[in-house]
């Protein structure tokens, strides 16, 4: 739910809450002080009566009764409501009387005064449906407010939040912020905008680092391979051979290592803006005869269901990314099986038997994150396949079933 929504029902159901409280103290109010004016008119007309009869004049008044009682009865007052028919309106009438009995010169006399009035049953129903008008009333006056007044306040808050929504570190343009006149707002505002220019500062000089890295570590491992390929030429004993091997196997992960790092560089920095129009079908067969050499040494077939296939996207980082999964899927498939390799419509996919992973499978596509018993390894194969398709809004997908890992690409 909003944020405007959540605080409008909460005003709402406070401002039912208030009026019904409002409405039932109301109620017990107004009928406490109506019967105390009721009883001092009974009791004042009553007197009136009692001194008239004493004086000896007779007396006749409507809804008026007068009888005299033996002198044997004590005085009382008592107070009571009844209900007597009415023929012209052929209903009930609410009536509240005095019922007195009182002993003057004339004589003892009991009387009986009587007043219509509003039933307490009308009474409650008037008052909670004035209540219920003005609830409903302000309700719509809250929607309209919140509409139009809450709307404007909160203008820059979403507005800000949607850039937010859209903001990336890796952009290259400043995240520009709206300004409000609400001090809680406005210092929101400076302090993301404070946040996402430090953000920005802080992943450009990360990525300068690397990419600078990963360039002046070019020649030095050049320098390294060079000197020992020419080491390794020379008469050596065995132990120190089999060390020069274990060197240059080093050196080459490192190289490795560094070509793929510069590439997430490159690729972090849109480095590869130029897209053409590929034959998928002609690059992925390609790219299946560039292995054949490590499939043959694997001792693994690839089956291939290949239909044309036509995206438009940068040739080199469509070339890498087959590249990556097709490597992968050889190296993790046991000698003697088969890949199977999908092409069609907007799909690609490629699937290979193996065991289950040793590592939870959400860290699949994170940088650095291998199998413990392929030290050979970057961790940084997927990561690229992850990233490009970032680059060019392809879904990528993995799972495993049946004792097969299986990655997918929606184009």
């Given at each position: 739910?909003?944020?405007?929504?959540?605080?409008?029902?909460y005003n709402?159901?406070?401002?039912?809450?208030?009026?019904?409280v409002a409405?039932?103290?109301?109620?017990?109010?107004?009928k406490?002080?109506?019967?105390?004016?009721?009883r001092e008119?009974l009791?004042?007309?009553a007197e009136?009566?009692?001194?008239?009869?004493?004086?000896g004049?007779s007396?006749s008044?409507p809804?008026?009764?007068?009888?005299?009682?033996?002198?044997?009865?004590?005085?009382?007052?008592i107070?009571?409501?009844?209900?007597?028919?009415?023929?012209?309106?052929?209903k009930s009438?609410?009536?509240?009387?005095?019922?007195?009995?009182?002993?003057?010169?004339a004589?003892?006399?009991r009387?009986?005064?009587?007043t219509?009035y509003?039933?307490w049953?009308e009474?409650?129903?008037?008052?909670?449906?004035?209540l219920?008008?003005?609830?409903?009333l302000l309700?719509?006056l809250n929607?309209?407010a919140?509409?139009?007044f809450?709307?404007?306040?909160?203008?820059p808050?979403?507005?800000?939040?949607d850039?937010l929504?859209?903001?990336?570190?890796?952009?290259?343009?400043p995240i520009?912020?709206?300004?409000?006149?609400v001090?809680?707002?406005k210092?929101?505002?400076?302090?993301?905008?404070?946040l996402?220019d430090?953000?920005q500062?802080?992943?450009?000089a990360l990525?300068?680092f690397t990419?600078n890295?990963?360039?002046?570590?070019?020649t030095?491992?050049g320098?390294?391979?060079?000197?020992?390929?020419?080491m390794s030429?020379?008469?050596l004993n065995e132990?120190?051979?089999?060390h020069i091997?274990?060197a240059?196997?080093?050196?080459?992960?490192l190289k490795?290592l560094?070509?793929?790092?510069?590439l997430?560089?490159?690729?972090?920095?849109?480095?590869?803006?130029d897209?053409?129009?590929?034959?998928l079908?002609?690059?992925?067969?390609?790219q299946l005869?560039l292995?054949?050499?490590?499939?043959a040494?694997?001792?693994?077939?690839?089956?291939?269901?290949?239909?044309?296939?036509?995206?438009?996207a940068n040739?080199?980082?469509?070339e890498?990314m087959?590249?990556?999964?097709l490597?992968?899927?050889?190296?993790?498939?046991a000698?003697?099986?088969?890949i199977?390799?999908?092409?069609?419509g907007?799909?690609?996919r490629?699937?290979n038997p193996g065991?289950p992973l040793?590592?939870?499978?959400d860290f699949?596509f994170?940088?650095?994150r291998?199998?413990?018993?392929?030290?050979?390894a970057?961790?940084?194969?997927l990561?690229?396949v992850?990233?490009?398709?970032?680059?060019n809004?392809w879904?990528v997908?993995?799972e495993?079933r049946?004792g097969?890992?299986?990655f997918?690409i929606?184009?």
């Open positions: 739910m909003k944020l405007l929504q959540q605080s409008l029902r709402i159901i406070i401002t039912v809450i208030s009026l019904t409405g039932i103290f109301m109620y017990y109010l107004l406490k002080e109506i019967i105390a004016e009721i008119q009791e004042y007309q009136e009566i009692h001194q008239s009869l004493e004086r004049h007396v008044y809804l008026v009764e007068i009888e005299k009682v033996d002198n044997s009865i004590g005085a009382y007052s107070f009571r409501d009844t209900l007597i028919y009415d023929p012209l309106q052929d009438e609410d009536y509240y009387y005095l019922l007195s009995v009182k002993k003057n010169n004589g003892n006399y009387i009986r005064v009587m219509t509003i039933g049953n009474y409650s129903s008037t008052i909670f449906t004035m219920f008008f003005t609830a409903l309700t719509l929607v309209m919140s509409y139009f809450n709307k404007k306040i909160w203008s808050f979403f507005y800000n939040l850039k929504k859209k903001f990336s570190v890796s952009s290259e343009e520009s912020l709206q300004s409000s006149k001090i809680e707002f210092e929101l505002q400076e302090s993301l905008q404070d996402a430090r953000s500062k802080e992943y450009k990525r300068e990419e890295a990963s360039h002046e570590m070019q030095p491992l320098i390294i391979q060079s000197k020992l390929d020419r030429q020379a008469e132990e120190i051979a089999g091997v274990q240059k196997s080093g050196v080459e992960r490795k560094n070509k793929s790092l510069l997430l560089a490159k690729l972090d920095n849109n480095a590869y803006p897209k053409t129009e590929i034959s079908d002609t690059l992925l067969k390609r005869e292995l054949e050499e490590l499939l040494g694997n001792e693994t077939a690839a089956i291939v269901n290949i239909a044309p296939v036509h995206i438009h040739l080199f980082l469509t890498v087959l590249s990556n999964l490597s992968n899927a050889i190296r993790y498939t000698p003697g099986n088969n199977n390799i999908f092409l069609s907007n799909k690609f490629i699937t065991a040793d590592f939870p499978e699949l994170q940088r650095f291998k199998s413990p018993q392929n030290i050979q970057t961790g940084l194969g990561s690229i992850y990233r490009i398709c970032q680059l809004n879904k997908a993995y495993y049946e097969h890992h299986s997918s929606i184009f």
